[in-house]
């Protein structure tokens, strides 16, 4: 066996943030307390340089390099792209969080980036141990930062839950690979294709590898019936990681699934859509229903988290490039939507005090009628109200389902997301129809953090006004 | 002059944007946001005109069209136009957002910008509502209206006021999403969102049913049709009196209008093979929600009910249509029962709007709706009295009051389609004016029966000047009804023509 050289070139951004990433780790060791900021800006424009990288890389068309285990498509682009803007939005967020809870330390900001280069690598991936490499980077980093707040019972019973489970999901995903590798002897995403596609489909082995693999991912994603972990642990861990958690990894996760069964499993799409499915109704159904008995709001965000994975499986359950580009749509607007709306609780929240009740909000329209919008929109585009981007990513999905004529599934969906509306309405009525009471004090967050949020919530407003660039993009990168 | 002007974006995004303005300049000055909100209005007002002057009333085709291409994945546009069942109602629309305006002015003490801002930008969006060509924008408007008005409702309303926002949003969003399936699946037969595309669209039986009882859902509650009408004597109850004005004047319109502009072009055989469910249901309203008027004791109440007897009506007129050219044997005579329709929601905006406007004119006194708290209110306002008794005329149907015109062409048509029906719609000129009439009896006539009555104070000048012009836009529609005849009969004719033809 002769060694080649492989083409280094697709893994620039990859490689750019893994040195990045040790450079700074090395020098957060020799920086003082004071000149921690320093960290802080250097991972940010870490991220920058690998938006740049990446963009720069861009091209229609997929390249292999590495063994052809690692892939560079335009959808890989595309959601690279927005994992670094999620992640630079979750930095900038929460750092005023970190410094006031005396957690401004350089391991957030490490730990923030071996998830993104997991993540990345997870996008990349075209063979089965790429995927698990990535996630395994991703899962660790997600796990460390969840128990950040050592003397913190509530997030270290998280972060203790958050790994049993994923750990088990993680065991779950490797025996489904395991299998498949038994049945088709190849870790090679696109020669497992081809063997599962030249098979029947009637094979009991094929089909425990599928449903483990399907598992796993549905456990990434936090589809019903395995979510138990995501209400605990958004609640659980600081709203710093709650919203690195719940952004940049939705879009790892969708990105995972597009590989695994669409990628390596497309022939046995008519076996996993009835899985998807059940999930999806599951999701919906529960996620919805739950939420509304939730008074935290960080529960009830994650509960909300649950329904929009239901309402994501739609699209890629339906197995058609429109439906796929439809749910890649449908992550990023609940990746930009999920932002706005963990920002806001670090917007509220200050020294001591965790705005993250939803009786906090109270009168919010009294205290600061700007921001009081700002959420008003954020809570309307989660309901799917137009004119705002949650109704068209719902639209996208929606159509995709009516595509396949599974119109019965877009009806379930739509009643669920008329139950959903509920609660994000309850949120608008304790902001405006409640009146705040004494001693609730005005927002005092620092300017950058609410430049950028009214920007992010705006973004909401503007990007449902005009959703066709968003759209064409996510479109172009599965066509 | 006005030609060139895209008019259609005008009267949408002026007061969107005014809102915004209104918004931005604060209730920290709350004089000048008020002024700035009244400007905003009457230019869109004074907008929205030149649709009426320059319109063409020799064509069924849309006019002051606009065509811009707004998301090309899915071949949606920004598609503007009005023909004459739409322009009146856009008229409508403006001119209403002006008296709410005024009717708030010195009335709401708390935030005012927020409100004003509220009503401009509802009346944007309704607009909106009323000249997209496009589905996809037709629901965008559609739904996006219901977020002012949640907030409207929720926030200035009365003590039961979030049970009532919440219950009307969820309704009519629940209601909606089913059309919206609807649309999309005709999209995705036919690769057009253009309602004119939809109109000319073949479709199977099966699915014109199952695609008009989505629409069903839809617009019988915006409308609202019995049995989903509970929301809405909630939602006026708890209203402001701009709110309940709006609701009554425009909100319920939009659910007749979508009947005019989906169910019946775009599942003409589905309408034929269903209108018995349709006629049914608009003679329940008309027969038993009189009678449930009959017996309200909340003023708001009884009028909100009566709302729904009336909007009976318009279905009535809009359905019987077959059912006439069954008799007739031809469509000609079935174009009366549409028209009667269309101006009965003309005039039900102008009466009931008025009629809630007494109401609150009572209310912003003794901040009582209830009816056995009045009595003898004519002897210590009798301007208020002559005003509430023209409108209670006219709301019970009485000729030369706009409110005649519209019943009388419906119940004419009805004759035509079959007797009973009729004899049942032609129930509401015995209850119509017993509930109504009864209750200005009570609240207006008699003894003065409290010391807070005898303590009324007559209507201002700003009063005096909304009620006056409702007033007269009530006998003017009834006296000379012609020109907003004559507006929608080509656009009627080729509606009725359009039903004939079946798509299957």
Redesign the interface.
């Known amino acids: 066996m002769s060694f080649t050289m492989p083409d280094f070139m697709p893994a620039l951004p990859e490689m750019f943030l893994l040195g990045m990433t040790c450079f700074i780790l090395l020098l957060d060791l020799f920086l003082s307390e004071r000149s921690r900021i320093v960290t802080y800006l250097l991972a940010q424009s870490t991220l920058l340089g690998a938006l740049l990288l990446t963009v720069g890389l861009y091209e229609e068309g997929r390249a292999l390099t590495f063994s052809d285990t690692f892939v560079i498509d335009p959808m890989g682009s595309v959601l690279k792209v927005f994992i670094y803007l999620a992640t630079f939005l979750v930095f900038l967020y929460a750092k005023d969080y970190l410094r006031a809870r005396n957690m401004f330390k350089g391991e957030f900001y490490i730990l923030g980036l071996f998830g993104v280069l997991g993540m990345n690598v997870l996008v990349s991936a075209h063979s089965l141990l790429t995927i698990y490499l990535g996630l395994e980077l991703l899962s660790l980093s997600m796990y460390a930062m969840v128990a950040l707040q050592r003397d913190s019972l509530q997030a270290s019973e998280a972060a203790m839950k958050y790994f049993v489970l994923g750990a088990m999901a993680s065991a779950l995903l490797l025996y489904g690979m395991s299998m498949l590798y038994g049945v088709t002897g190849s870790l090679d995403l696109g020669q497992i294709n081809n063997s599962t596609a030249a098979m029947d489909g009637n094979s009991m082995v094929l089909a425990f590898a599928l449903v483990f693999m399907v598992i796993g991912v549905a456990f990434k994603l936090g589809a019903v019936p395995f979510h138990m972990w995501l209400p605990d642990v958004y609640h659980g861990a600081p709203t710093a990681a709650t919203l690195y958690l719940s952004s940049a990894p939705k879009l790892a996760a969708f990105a995972m699934m597009m590989r695994l069964l669409v990628d390596g499993m497309a022939g046995l799409q008519e076996q996993w859509e009835g899985m998807l499915i059940l999930l999806a109704v599951l999701s919906l159904a529960l996620g919805n229903v739950i939420a509304i008995a939730q008074t935290n709001l960080k529960r009830m965000l994650a509960y909300s988290a649950i329904s929009h994975v239901g309402f994501l499986l739609l699209g890629v359950l339906s197995g058609t490039q429109a439906g796929y580009a439809a749910a890649m749509f449908y992550a990023i607007a609940y990746v930009i939507m999920g932002l706005g709306g963990f920002g806001m609780i670090v917007l509220m929240s200050r020294a001591g005090f965790e705005a993250d009740n939803i009786e906090d909000f109270k009168g919010l ?1 009294e205290r600061s ?1 700007w921001f009081a ?1 700002m959420m ?1 929109i954020l809570m ?1 585009s989660m309901a799917g ?3 705002f981007l949650g ?2 990513s719902k ?1 996208a999905v ?2 995709a389902a ?2 396949v004529e599974l ?1 019965w599934l ?2 379930v969906a ?2 669920f ?2 139950i959903g ?2 609660y994000y ?1 309850r949120v ?2 304790v902001m ?2 409640d009146k705040a009471e004494a001693g609730m004090p005005a927002i005092s967050a620092s300017l950058d953090l609410r430049v950028v949020l009214s920007t992010n919530s705006l973004a909401v407003l503007g990007l449902g006004l ?3 660039g968003l ?2 993009l996510c ?1 172009a990168a599965l066509a | 002059m006005f030609a060139d002007l895209p008019l259609l974006s005008l009267v949408i995004w002026t007061p969107i944007i005014g809102g915004l303005l209104v ?1 931005a300049a ?1 209730s920290r000055n709350a004089l000048e946001a008020k002024a700035l909100a009244l400007l905003v209005a009457l230019i869109t007002f004074l907008l929205s005109l030149p649709l009426f002057t320059s319109f063409d009333t020799a064509t069924a085709a849309m006019q002051f069209t606009e065509l811009h291409p ?5 071949s949606i546009n920004y598609h503007l136009g009005v023909d004459g069942i739409s322009m009146p109602l856009i008229l409508l629309t403006t001119f209403t957002t002006v008296l709410v305006v005024i009717a708030g002015w010195e009335v709401i003490k708390d ?1 005012p910008a ?1 409100y004003m801002a509220s009503f401009l930008i509802m009346a944007g969006l309704m607009n909106g509502v009323f000249a997209a060509l496009d589905a ?1 924008l037709f ?3 559609w ?2 209206m ?2 002012p008005m ?2 409207v409702i ?2 200035w309303g009365g003590p039961r ?2 049970y009532a ?2 219950k009307f ?2 309704y009519t ?2 209601g909606s ?2 059309m ?2 609807a649309l ?2 005709m ?2 037969q036919s690769g057009s969102f253009a309602i004119l595309d939809l109109h000319a669209m073949p479709l199977s039986l099966n699915a014109q049913i199952l695609i008009f009882l989505a629409f069903l859902l839809a617009f019988a509650v915006k409308v609202p049709m019995w049995p989903v009408h509970t929301w809405l004597p909630d939602a006026h109850v708890e209203a402001p009196t701009g709110g309940s004005v709006i609701l009554a004047a425009i909100m319920l319109k939009l659910g007749a209008y979508g009947f005019l502009r989906f169910s019946l072009p775009i599942t003409p055989d589905a309408s034929q093979q269903l209108d018995w469910l349709m006629i049914a249901l608009s003679l329940i309203a008309v027969v038993y929600i009189g009678f449930v008027a009959l017996v309200q004791q909340d003023m708001k109440k009884l009028i909100a009910y009566s709302s729904i007897s009336h909007m009976g009506f318009v279905t009535l007129g809009m359905f019987i249509a077959w059912r006439i050219a069954d008799n007739t044997g031809s469509m000609q005579g079935a174009g009366m029962g549409i028209q009667g329709a269309m101006v009965q929601m003309i005039s039900h905006g102008f009466i009931s709007g008025a009629m809630f406007l007494c109401v609150g004119v009572l209310y912003d006194r003794l901040h009582s709706r209830e009816i056995g708290d009045y009595g003898g209110v004519a002897h210590t306002m009798p301007r208020f009295a002559g005003f509430m008794v023209l409108f209670a005329m006219a709301n019970a149907g009485l000729p030369g009051t706009s409110g005649f015109v519209g019943e009388f062409m419906v119940i004419l048509a009805s004759f035509k389609a079959n007797f009973w029906f009729a004899f049942l719609a032609a129930t509401t000129l015995i209850l119509g004016a017993a509930y109504t009439l009864w209750m200005v009896r009570r609240v207006v006539y008699g003894e003065v029966t409290s010391d807070k009555v005898a303590a009324l104070q007559d209507i201002n000048g700003r009063e005096f000047l909304i009620l006056g012009v409702l007033a007269l836009m009530v006998l003017l529609l009834g006296l000379w009804p012609a020109p907003l005849l004559d507006v929608m009969r080509p656009t009627v004719e080729h509606l009725v023509q359009h039903m004939a033809v079946s798509k299957l």
């Open positions: 329209n009628p919008l008003l309307f109200v137009p004119p109704f068209w639209l929606i159509q009516i595509g119109v877009a009806a739509v009643v997301s008329v509306a509920f309405l608008v009525k405006y129809f005009f959703p066709g759209l064409a479109l | 918004l604060g707004w998301i090309a994945a899915w935030k927020q996809a629901y965008v408007f739904e996006a219901l977020i949640f907030i929720g926030v006021r979030i926002t919440l949003f969820l969003f629940l999403v089913f919206l399936v999309i699946w999209y995705l």
